[in-house]
């Protein structure tokens, strides 16, 4: 049986720390990541 992914989707004010706290201190892979322009995304 296979199981569904789960695709996190957070909410952060510094992705890139974010990502690197994630990455590096927790361990997680990074698998997919989609295009990000310079200002990042906002829905404001």
Same mark, same amino acid.
């Given at each position: 049986? !296979? !199981?569904? !992914? $789960? *695709? =996190?989707? $957070?909410?952060?004010? #510094?992705?890139?720390?974010?990502?690197? @706290? %994630?990455?590096?201190?927790?361990? @997680?892979? *990074?698998? %997919?990541?989609? =295009?990000? =322009? #310079? /200002?990042?995304?906002? /829905? #404001?």
């Amino acid at each position: 049986m !296979a !199981a569904n !992914a $789960l *695709v =996190p989707e $957070l909410a952060v004010s #510094d992705w890139r720390t974010s990502r690197a @706290f %994630y990455s590096d201190v927790i361990g @997680f892979s *990074v698998r %997919y990541e989609r =295009p990000m =322009p #310079d /200002n990042g995304f906002s /829905n #404001d």
